[in-house]
């Protein structure tokens, strides 16, 4: 039970830091003496000290016959900072308590191993399931070396993301919106369409009360049809990339790639393809990526089941046409066998509005 109790600070201490360590995990580590905390730390930033360094900094010679508890298992490579296992057997500390064995082909259990080598006692896998949680985003793109796909929509009770005359503004509440902007801060990319830069000229930030982490942005835009006076490409509030097609003008690149924060990334093919465009990201280190277009991107990405979780909110407010814009604009299914299961992982309201999780099954 105590070992349930210090890790449970540790994942706290972790989670406060959920969105700023990209593409590191976040992690935790509190140090135990006696029963009594005496140093805490978390990974703030990437290229930064670790968790276990900033907590044992802080215990200090405290350490010394203590237990060590980190939501991750400590590094034992050389990155852009030392190996955390070798400066917790350095502090001389008797026991190691581990969430999660770190899936990184650089760690992956060596850093447990040389902790067991050197004596110390190791316990592995208290609060698993919560250490992997924090830290799915990162598993994730280990696993597949793609981004994690977050799609968001928000619709009516009648499942329209617009009036047939294309207005929007607002379906949700202020409560809702700013739920999203949370989200947005999490992720690392947030990605939409070319008509709807078009149609709402958005910022694409996150903007939350203090201060807070904006995703890049990223624009699908097959001919570079936006204008250059879009907000995305003129504000300079967080990086933009503008992804088009192997046709596109190379004027109109020329002419975006002049904007210090812009950068034009031009795909293989004529059309762009998901799957290649998944897996550039992937190179690129996004970890994560929200996806928050209009109806045909939103039906694209579901389906070739380019979708991890969906997060759809849902207003208590009917607009009753026909010619309303849904929210997937696809090819679909053509018989209810072939139709896309989701798995509910949560239902909550967020103001007047339903916030429904889902995952693909």
Not at 75 to 104: F, W
Not at 123 to 137: C, D, M, P, R
Not at 304 to 329: E, L, T
Request: include cysteine; charge should be negative; glycine fraction near 8%.
């Amino acid at each position: 039970m105590m070992d349930e109790k210090w890790m449970k600070l540790a994942i706290e201490m972790a989670r406060s830091t959920m969105g700023q360590t990209s593409p590191n995990p976040a992690v935790g580590a509190v140090v135990v003496n006696h029963g009594r905390a005496v140093g805490m730390g978390a990974h703030l930033k990437p290229g930064e000290g670790h968790a276990e360094v900033h907590a044992l900094k802080q215990a200090g010679d405290q350490a010394e016959g203590g237990t060590i508890y980190v939501t991750l298992e400590p590094c034992s490579h050389y990155g852009k900072t030392p190996p955390c296992a070798d400066l917790i057997i350095e502090k001389k500390l008797a026991r190691v308590v581990v969430a999660s064995v770190d899936p990184n082909p650089l760690v992956a259990g060596r850093g447990l191993k040389k902790l067991e080598e050197a004596g110390l006692d190791v316990t592995v896998g208290v609060l698993k399931e919560e250490a992997l949680q924090l830290n799915e985003f990162f598993f994730h793109h280990t696993a597949t070396q793609k981004p994690f796909v977050t799609l968001k929509a928000a619709m009516t009770l009648d499942g329209k993301i617009a009036t047939s005359s294309g207005s929007s503004k607002w379906i949700t509440s202020e409560e809702a919106r700013e739920d999203v902007h949370l989200d947005r801060h999490l992720h690392d990319a947030i990605l939409v369409g070319a008509n709807t830069v078009k149609q709402d000229n958005p910022s694409l930030t996150a903007r939350l009360h203090g201060d807070a982490i904006s995703p890049v942005r990223i624009v699908l835009d097959t001919s570079l049809s936006i204008p250059t006076t879009s907000a995305v490409l003129t504000d300079g509030l967080s990086p933009t990339w503008v992804i088009c097609g192997s046709e596109a003008s190379e004027e109109k690149e020329s002419l975006l790639t002049g904007v210090a924060h812009v950068r034009v990334i031009r795909m293989q093919a004529e059309s762009i393809e998901l799957p290649e465009l998944l897996s550039l990201l992937g190179k690129e280190k996004i970890l994560s990526l929200y996806v928050e277009g209009g109806a045909k991107i939103h039906g694209a990405f579901l389906d070739q089941k380019a979708v991890d979780r969906m997060i759809i909110y849902i207003a208590p407010k009917i607009i009753g046409s026909r010619d309303a814009f849904s929210v997937f604009n696809g090819e679909g299914v053509l018989t209810m066998n072939e139709a896309v299961d989701l798995s509910i992982q949560e239902i909550k309201t967020v103001g007047r509005d339903i916030k429904v999780t889902a995952t693909l099954t």
